[in-house]
């Protein structure tokens, strides 16, 4: 073939035929680099065991130097106790959008012209109160046969010389709502214990209001009353329960009694043999027992010791009884509203054991105690840290019936008061929020353990 036909012919390689010949070209880097991998893989894995608890170790020593740091940099936060002391700022809440006073007082100007009710408005069908004592029991409880009994009924519950021996059959006829009342109510005996000075019996003579609160055992500080109107100074008997305990834990404190019997507004009143050893129970002899107190008293209003009263109280009777026409006010429960919810929370907190709340519930349940949220058109559960009340026959009738509750069973009053209420169904209760509670006082909190008491009082004891 001549020269001038031949043409160049071009070869096209496809991107397939390239890679098929790659691999052989690269075949042996690839080998050196698995191989590379697998052994660093395997050094990393014998590190990795031989190492890991130091590895672990490392990053909670360092979180532990950040928190020790960040500790030290600022200073500690102020008790939430020393924040609220002395707090007067209203305690507020949203309504229809509005923030609003959670309780509405007088102004102190409406306050000084304030005059008392000349009586309760409610029409109570209890008039005449008549307490049970050794006197006028005595040829029932001192015969050889009742002894016995009631030797034995004592020792299974809490009654003794001071609550008297209130029989099973008695506690139905407290019940009973009638124009005149016979019940058991503290001070069976003078020899019961919860001994008063004459002195400050003739001082508690001269009060008309009472605002009071106790601390036994030495467990809680004594807390100024704030917030009083001038014109209600000198209208007001603010009186602080102590025992011996609590005397000598404040002396040592610094606090001591003057020669009026005054520390700042409180009068103190010492009292000397407290009849029973459980002192929560000591404490609600102060706290339901007020008309017993005082007998000449008209109205009273009782603070826990671990609060601060921040409110006038002339203007806190009159927005709580006077301006609703209630005879007793107390607090709404916070947290629950079945008395049997109740329980269970009681001993999940270890406040009472579950033997003594289950025969306390049981009595309950017999006495066909119904477990709603709420009885006579009120919250079933109260927090009873607060009680406002007027000091006339059926209230007290309420607090009697309650008190000996507390005696029989267990010490948690808010475990019982669903069942006096719903039983005695009293004209003029009424029952604040939770957000009134928090206007009227400070929380302070609990100081201090309570020192229990090693015996009672020998001459109260049943035997």
């Given at each position: 073939?001549?020269?001038s ?17 790659a ?8 080998a050196?680099?698995?191989a ?22 490392l ?9 020790a ?10 008790a939430?106790?020393?924040?609220s002391l ?13 923030r ?10 409406s306050l ?5 009710p000349?009586?309760t ?34 020792e ?30 503290g001070f069976y005996?003078?020899s019961?214990?919860?001994?008063i ?9 001269t ?18 009353p ?9 209208r ?13 834990t404040?002396?040592?404190?610094g ?23 459980d ?10 027992l007020?008309h ?13 010791s ?6 006038d ?15 007793f ?15 269970k ?5 270890h406040?009472a ?8 519930l049981?009595?309950?349940?017999q006495d ?8 006579h058109?009120?919250?079933?559960l ?27 069973f267990t ?7 669903p069942?006096v209420?719903w039983?005695?169904?009293?004209p ?15 929380s ?16 109260s004891?049943?035997t």
């Amino acid at each position: 073939m001549p020269s001038s036909t031949i043409r160049s012919i071009s070869i096209t390689v496809s991107d397939e035929d390239g890679a098929a010949a790659a691999p052989t070209r690269r075949a042996p880097r690839a080998a050196r680099r698995k191989a590379a991998a697998r052994s660093f893989g395997q050094r990393a894995v014998r590190l990795l065991a031989r190492w890991w608890p130091v590895l672990l170790l490392l990053p909670a020593v360092a979180l532990l130097l950040f928190e020790a740091s960040r500790l030290s940099a600022s200073p500690p936060a102020p008790a939430a106790s020393v924040s609220s002391l002395g707090r007067l700022d209203p305690t507020t809440r949203l309504v229809h959008g509005v923030r609003e006073p959670c309780l509405k007082l007088l102004s102190p100007k409406s306050l000084a012209n304030l005059v008392f009710p000349e009586g309760t408005k409610r029409d109570s069908v209890v008039k005449k109160i008549i307490y049970k004592s050794d006197d006028d029991d005595y040829d029932t409880y001192h015969s050889e046969a009742n002894s016995t009994y009631l030797l034995q009924h004592a020792e299974a519950t809490r009654f003794n010389l001071f609550a008297g021996f209130q029989t099973l059959a008695e506690r139905e006829d407290s019940f009973k709502v009638n124009e005149t009342i016979n019940v058991h109510c503290g001070f069976y005996s003078d020899s019961g214990g919860f001994k008063i000075s004459d002195e400050d019996r003739r001082y508690m003579r001269t009060c008309k209001v009472v605002v009071s609160t106790c601390a036994f055992g030495g467990g809680d500080d004594l807390y100024q009353p704030i917030g009083m109107a001038n014109s209600s100074i000198g209208r007001v008997c603010y009186t602080a329960f102590w025992d011996e305990v609590t005397l000598s834990t404040q002396e040592a404190e610094g606090k001591v009694i003057g020669d009026n019997g005054m520390i700042g507004r409180w009068h103190i009143i010492v009292v000397k043999s407290l009849p029973f050893v459980d002192q929560r129970l000591n404490g609600k002899i102060p706290k339901m027992l007020t008309h017993r107190l005082f007998p000449e008293a008209r109205y009273s209003i009782w603070v826990d010791s671990k609060y601060q009263f921040r409110r006038d109280p002339i203007a806190v009777l009159e927005a709580l009884l006077w301006r609703t026409n209630s005879t007793f006010a107390i607090s709404e429960h916070g947290a629950r509203s079945n008395i049997y919810d109740e329980g269970k929370a009681i001993v999940q907190k270890h406040k009472a054991t579950p033997e003594e709340v289950e025969v306390q519930l049981s009595q309950y349940r017999q006495d066909g105690m119904p477990g709603e949220k709420r009885l006579h058109g009120l919250k079933a559960l109260s927090e009873a840290s607060v009680i406002v009340r007027e000091l006339t026959p059926a209230p007290n009738h309420f607090m009697c019936a309650w008190f000996n509750e507390v005696v029989r069973f267990t010490s948690r009053d808010q475990l019982s008061f669903p069942y006096v209420l719903w039983r005695l169904n009293m004209p003029g209760m009424s029952m604040f929020s939770v957000c009134t509670r928090r206007d009227l006082v400070n929380s302070l909190g609990h100081t201090r353990k309570v020192k229990p008491l090693t015996q009672t009082n020998p001459e109260s004891s049943a035997t």
